[in-house]
């Protein structure tokens, strides 16, 4: 008898599982056709995978539906519907045939009546055996379409199923930013999740996780319409109701097909939405493969703009330096005692290879003679002297090195004087003839001096310059010269910039190339010129701390402790204290002490007699 405790289920018959295991090995699908149904004679009947048959079959007719159960991939889920004129007796047991007749599978289930028609109770009844199986890979899910009567479950399922299938998908609340945790409440895009909100998850690390899911307290499943392969296509379009970067946005999977969930990496590219752009005017746009605006700047660059064949401000600026001035070592020739801007007079002087470092590495140290010291070097001498080309391998001047000096010379030459006159009358003439017919010996002779100390051509005296700034130069309105000596690190002995010290560098007292403000000088200076008073000065120039005071008494015998207005930062050295001369009625001071002194107070002792106004004057020092 059905209690409680029955239990009811079926398998595949040994015949059905030779027949599947068959067709398996063969390629061959297993189709089963038809379901069978019994009332077992009115008995509990226990499946048994050695039946052949049912134990009192009492209706058999083809099967409405045939399907792979959507839950698990290794159920086979076969459907009868029976009409309202069909029945009049128990259903207790079931079985399944295939194509070829074969009894293949077997149940049992609980009892129910299925009433007919004429008997006032018509209805139509779903039956279904789930049979449990290793593969359905292999089972053909062919049904006969003029037996199939949909079901009001069917219908509703074939629509959601239909539904699910299109392209556009029910709205999503967020979408994710980042990778997220599949699992649990949380707040995506500034949005708090309560379970069941729809996600549109696109950032994860392994993209075959990306997809629609359902918020839940445990871990997230995929969205109905959104669960398998064939609801997830190319194309798919959802749209995004909220969210700090992706509100009011719609997203498109942009992966082609073929696709298999949970396998496949999903990848999804929005359509429409936000960009980031804040509305405004720009010179210059960017813009996705759909044409829309995904940032806009306004450069002020040629580089801005993606302009490579230009030149820049500083090549230009360098070209305009070499179409407008001379290079640097050129030599001018000045009418007037008066140097250009740009320029130092070829005089022989010793220059600062930094105030002038294009100059220095032109010359380097050619003409340095020593002693020019470090990073100096020396300009030619021009002055009083004439400039000749350089004989460059002529031959006409041979020997010589660019730079070098030559002194004044006169070409190699002799001088005739007449030779005519009366022997012996004249002693400036020569006599001519046969040495050994006349035996004569001539006097010293020479031609009178005449011209001044050197020799010279007619000239032009100007003032040999040379370029000294590789810069281009305003004529006459840049003095180049005093900008590079300005530019110069000053010292004792030159003018130039110096930088000003920090307070480390003041208090330190090391430095001796930087200067120090009227603001830093006072940095740790104070004071306080009243009867009680002080003056403090600051760390760098030894932080010594001068302290007075005046303590009034009419005692004879005081013992007073005696603050200071300052406390002294580290120790107080000394403190003197005296009397001051204010008693009446002849009375005299016997003596002043100080003890107990400390960085914050002493104590003053005083000792006299017939003391009126009595009062005493101290000073402190200390640091």
């Known amino acids: 008898m059905v209690n409680q405790n029955s239990i009811f289920g079926g398998m595949l018959t040994n015949v059905g599982a030779a027949k599947k295991t068959n067709c398996d090995a063969l390629g061959v699908p297993w189709q089963p056709s038809h379901m069978l149904i019994g009332d077992a004679s009115g008995t509990d009947p226990v499946p048994s995978p050695e039946q052949t048959k049912l134990i009192n079959q009492v209706y058999r007719a083809p099967l409405n539906q045939l399907y792979v159960s959507p839950t698990d991939a290794n159920v086979l889920v076969a459907e009868l519907v029976l009409p309202p004129n069909v029945g009049g007796w128990w259903i207790r047991e079931l079985a399944l045939e295939d194509v070829d007749g074969v009894f293949s599978a077997v149940a049992n289930c609980a009892p129910s009546y299925k009433p007919l028609l004429v008997q006032g109770s018509g209805r139509n009844q779903v039956v279904r055996m789930h049979i449990v199986t290793s593969n359905t890979a292999n089972i053909q899910l062919k049904i006969d379409p003029a037996v199939v009567l949909a079901t009001r479950e069917y219908v509703e399922t074939s629509i959601i199923a239909a539904l699910n299938k299109q392209d556009f998908k029910h709205s999503v609340q967020v979408a994710t930013t980042a990778p997220i945790a599949l699992s649990?409440?949380?707040?995506?895009?500034?949005?708090?999740?309560s379970a069941g909100a729809r996600v549109l998850v696109k950032d994860q690390a392994a993209g075959k996780d990306n997809g629609i899911y359902l918020v839940a307290s445990g871990a997230w499943p995929r969205a109905a319409d959104a669960d398998t392969s064939i609801e997830v296509t190319p194309g798919l379009f959802v749209h995004v109701e909220q969210g700090a970067a992706g509100g009011d946005s719609i997203w498109q999977l942009i992966t082609d097909a073929p696709i298999t969930l949970g396998t496949t990496p999903l990848a999804f590219e929005m359509v429409a939405g936000r960009t980031g752009v804040t509305a405004g005017t720009y010179t210059k746009l960017t813009?996705?493969?759909?044409?829309?605006?995904?940032?806009?700047?306004?450069?002020?660059?040629l580089a801005g703009y993606g302009i490579t064949d230009a030149y820049s401000k500083g090549e230009v600026d360098s070209k305009v330096a070499q179409a407008s001035s001379l290079p640097v070592g050129a030599l001018i020739a000045f009418p007037r005692d008066a140097v250009s801007p740009g320029f130092l007079e070829l005089d022989g002087s010793v220059q600062s290879s930094a105030a002038y470092p294009d100059l220095f590495a032109y010359l380097g140290t050619t003409f340095n003679k020593g002693g020019e010291g470090a990073g100096s070097f020396r300009l030619p001498e021009s002055r009083g002297e004439f400039l000749r080309g350089w004989d460059h391998g002529r031959g006409v001047d041979a020997g010589r090195v660019i730079g070098s000096y030559q002194a004044d010379d006169l070409k190699s030459h002799d001088h005739t004087v007449n030779n005519t006159g009366t022997v012996g009358s004249d002693p400036t003439l020569w006599v001519y003839g046969d040495p050994g017919s006349f035996p004569l010996t001539p006097p010293g002779t020479r031609t009178n001096a005449t011209g001044g100390s050197e020799t010279r051509p007619r000239n032009l005296a100007v003032m040999w310059c040379i370029k000294a700034w590789n810069a281009p130069i305003n004529q006459g309105s840049i003095d180049v010269a005093a900008l590079a000596a300005l530019a110069a690190q000053a010292t004792e002995a030159r003018q130039g910039t110096a930088k000003v010290a920090s307070a480390t560098q003041m208090s330190a007292g090391s430095d001796d190339?930087?200067?120090?403000?009227?603001?830093?000088?006072?940095?740790?200076?104070s004071v306080s010129l009243a009867t009680n008073g002080y003056l403090v000065f600051p760390s760098w120039l030894g932080g010594l701390v001068i302290q007075w005071g005046y303590y009034a008494s009419s005692l004879d015998d005081l013992t007073a402790l005696v603050s200071f207005q300052l406390a002294f930062p580290a120790q107080c050295l000394n403190v003197i204290a005296v009397g001051d001369g204010g008693q009446s009625g002849g009375g005299a001071f016997v003596g002043v002490g100080v003890q107990k002194v400390s960085k914050e107070q002493f104590r003053l002792n005083g000792y006299g007699t017939s003391m009126s106004t009595v009062g005493y004057h101290w000073l402190a020092l200390g640091y």
């Open 184 to 193: 649990g409440l949380q707040t995506v895009d500034g949005v708090a999740l």
């Open 513 to 525: 190339s930087t200067i120090v403000t009227p603001k830093k000088l006072r940095l740790g200076f």
């Open 287 to 301: 813009v996705d493969k759909n044409g829309r605006v995904i940032a806009g700047t306004s450069p002020a660059t």
